[in-house]
């Protein structure tokens, strides 16, 4: 029986992962070694940075309500804690999309839940 030497799934497996560090600069991008380093740094950031991602934008709608709600003589903590007194449930991405490309829907808001 002849011996089996799996030459194609390893040639298949590099090549997955050379294509994958395609645009890599240098040695990154061509030797296998430093090209499955990258690769695999790079899937980390990815995975971690999809959740980074969520809390940057969170961060970004607080700060955006938080800059509306001071124009109109309330903190950002007063605001929220007034919406939920009132049982309004708009989100905090709805809430800075308004803030931000509809001021005047948010001045009304915010007299709403100050009375």
């Known amino acids: 029986m002849p011996r089996s030497k799996h030459a194609v ?3 298949r497996r590099r090549n997955k992962i050379l294509k994958s560090a395609r645009g890599y600069w240098g040695a990154k991008s061509k030797l296998i070694k430093t090209a499955k380093e990258s690769v695999d740094k790079a899937r980390l950031y990815a995975y971690r940075d999809r959740r980074v991602k969520k809390r940057e934008f969170r961060k970004l709608w607080i700060t955006r309500i938080n ?37 005047e829907t948010f001045a009304q808001l915010v007299q709403n839940v100050k009375n």
Do not use: E, T, W
């Open 67 to 103: 800059a509306a709600a001071h124009l109109h003589g309330l903190s950002y903590s007063q605001f929220i804690h007034l919406l939920q007194l009132k049982h309004i449930d708009l989100n905090r991405k709805a809430l800075a999309d308004m803030a931000v490309s509809d001021p």
């Open 9 to 11: 799934p390893s040639r």
